[in-house]
Every structure is written in C-alpha cells, then in structure tokens.
C-alpha cells in the first residue's frame, strides 16, 4: 500500500473499508430471518394460527435436530476411544523412537570413546614405531647395514713415492688395521676404505702384494672416509696409537698420510647384511 | 412446551437408536447441527419477539442446513473445505451469540 502526503490512501477510506463494516455489521444486526419480520407483518392478527400442518412440521423439525444432535454426540463419543487409541499410540511410537535416539546416543559416545582410545593407542604405537626405526636406523649405522652421509674426514694415504735410490715405505694391512681403529677412536661412527664400508666381519688383509678389504683387492691410494664432527676428529686421530704410528710412518718411511676435513662424506652400505651362520638366541 | 419435548425425545432417538449415517455424510453432520442450531435460537427468539412463525421456521432450518453442508461440500470438492468451515461456523457463531443475547434480554430483562 502507498503511502501519500496527508495519510491519503491510494484507494481512499471508503472505497476499501465501507463493505467490510457494512458486512461485519449486517452479520452482527440482522441475526434473525427477516422473513419472521415480513410473515408477522402481512398476518391478520385476527387469525390466530393460519396453518396447523406447519406447526407438526416445526415439530419434526425440532425432532429432526434433536436426532441430529443425538447422532453427532454419539458419534463424537464413539469416535473419542479411536481417537485416544491413536493418540497413546503416537505417544508409543514417539517413546520408542526418543528410547532408541538415547540408545543411539549412547552407542555413539561408546563408539567415539573407543574412537578416542584407538586413536590414542595408535598414536602410542606410531611413537613405539619411530622408536623402533630409530633404534633399528641406529643399529644399521653401527652394523654398517645402511649407507650413511654426514661431515667427516677423509684421510688418503699412499705408499712413499720413488725417489730413485731406496724403495720407500709400503703400506701395509696391518698399517691400515692401526689407521682405522684409530678412527673408531677417534669417534668415527663409519668409516670405508675406498667405499668398502667397513663392518665388525670386515677384514682387511695382504694378500700377495695387495690389500684386500673384505676379500676384495684395493690398489694404492687408500681413501678411508669416516664420519664424524670435521672439527676435532683430525685432531683426536692424531692423539691416537694409530695416529702417532702414522706419524711416525710419514716422517721415517715417506709414507703419504693425509687427513681432510670434509662437511659431506658419503660412505655406503656394506652389501653382506645378513649373517651367514649364526642365528640369534631366543630367550627361553 | 411441546417444542422442549419434541427436541428431547429426538435427542433421545438419536441416543438410543443408533441409527447409522452414511459414511459420505458423516463430515458434514457437525455443521449441519452448527447450522441447525442457527436456525432453532433463531426460532425462538422469533417465539420470544412474538413473531414466530412454523413455515419460516421449518423453511429456515432445512435452508440453512442444506446451505452449510453444500458449502462444505463445495469447499471440500475445491480443497478449501476446511477454510469454508471456519469461515461457516464463524458467521453462524456470531448469530447464534446475537440471538442467544437477544433471548438473554427476553428471559431475564436484562
């Protein structure tokens, strides 16, 4: 509905509200039939009761609604079980329906407790997982199972160089033995003679002329790289048996005896990983 | 008098014989009586005025029954037969009331 300046309406008062009160109003006033009115009007006052058969007509009339209203309360009172029944039952059903909600419910928290458990289970045995490959990781390493890279050292060493007149010093197994147990001293974690890692069954031999780690033959030069902190391992070597030895090779043999520091040394599995013979223990 | 004991031997019939309404009927008995009732206070507050008349009573009973239920009917055939009831039982409500005040007045003077 528009609203126009001075509270007019767009289709005036009259015009929408007249009808509706003259409606309301005739409902509300002319409760009675004017046809009373008009009757009563046109009847001679002289006679008094022009026609008796509608007077048995009003009777039965009056007959008619008693039986009517007889019927219908009758009905409505037969109809009242019905409706309880009907009634108590959709009260069951909604009881039955609210208990199984509250089964459900029930079940759910159940269900997200053990949900809650698993998880936390789970969660315990990812962290006894990490600890078991950790651990595992860290037997690998000190087995020689696994390939390692990290800082080092990287010593070189070579047997002394012709000078014409004397054979020089040649580098022996057990010369090799000393340098890296030194090494493991020294605070190695591994350590590989020209990328022969070296495990606890790996030996280092003279076979003939020539150094064999692990069975198979090296020729001069011998790069033995080893893991470990760059910074003091040079230093704790030297302080070692097999790092005096060394030194005293170099000096009075002309052996070469080079330690480098390297901040990426990368040293490779030992390809034997299983144990030919032995079997582990169990504990009875 | 004769009217009081014509209604209650009715009630009476309909109470004690059971007689049984068609089922395609049965909807409409409720505002059937609503309309009788209508017609039946109106009847008697004629009776009170002093104007009552059987042939427009009897003519305004059957009328107005047959008029309620063929409106029922009408809006149950068109979907809005629970609307037209309402609207029925509102219109015959508000005379009922008029017609029972105007008795009201007769009876009691007041």
């Known amino acids: ?284 | 008098m004769i009217a009081a004991f014509g209604l209650a031997l009715g009630v009476l019939a309909g109470l004690l014989m059971e007689p049984s309404i068609p089922e395609a009927l049965a909807p409409y008995l409720p505002i059937a009586v609503v309309a009788a009732m209508d017609a039946v206070f109106g009847g008697l507050r004629a009776h009170l005025d002093g104007v009552f008349d059987d042939k427009v009573f009897v003519i305004s009973f059957v009328s107005n029954v047959l008029i309620a239920a063929t409106i029922v009917y009408l809006g149950d055939q068109l979907g809005v037969g629970g609307q037209l009831s309402t609207g029925v039982i509102v219109v015959l409500g508000i005379r009922i009331f008029s017609n029972v005040a105007a008795i009201r007045r007769h009876v009691f003077h007041a």
Request: no cysteine; charged share 20%.
């Open chain 1, 1 to 284: 509905m528009t609203h126009l300046p001075g509270g007019l309406r767009e289709d005036g008062p009259d015009a929408s509200e007249a009808p509706h009160i003259g409606l309301l109003t005739q409902v509300m006033t002319q409760t009675l039939d004017q046809d009373y009115a008009a009757v009563a009007r046109r009847r001679d006052p002289q006679v008094p009761d022009p026609s008796p058969r509608w007077r048995i007509g009003a009777l039965s009339v009056l007959l008619v609604f008693g039986l009517m209203l007889g019927v219908s309360a009758l009905t409505t009172d037969q109809e009242q079980p019905l409706i309880a029944a009907e009634r108590a039952e959709l009260i069951e059903q909604i009881e039955a329906g609210q208990s199984k909600l509250a089964d459900q419910q029930q079940q759910l928290a159940a269900l997200s407790d053990e949900v809650a458990r698993m998880q936390s289970r789970l969660a315990a045995e990812l962290t006894d997982d990490r600890l078991l490959s950790n651990r595992l990781t860290a037997l690998g390493v000190a087995a020689g199972t696994i390939g390692v890279t990290g800082p080092g050292v990287v010593v070189t060493v070579d047997d002394a160089r012709y000078t014409g007149e004397e054979s020089g010093g040649v580098v022996l197994d057990t010369d090799l033995q000393l340098l890296v147990n030194g090494l493991w001293e020294a605070g190695a974690e591994a350590v590989s003679i020209d990328d022969h890692r070296l495990t606890s069954l790996t030996s280092i031999r003279l076979a003939g002329e020539a150094i064999t780690v692990d069975y198979r033959s090296l020729a001069p030069p011998y790069v033995i790289e080893a893991t470990g902190d760059p910074d003091t391992m040079p230093a704790r070597l030297l302080e070692t048996r097999g790092g005096q030895f060394w030194l005293d090779l170099k000096t009075n043999y002309g052996v070469q005896f080079e330690i480098v520091a390297k901040s990426q040394v990368s040293i490779p599995a030992d390809l034997r990983d299983h144990l030919l013979y032995a079997a582990p223990r169990r504990a009875t």
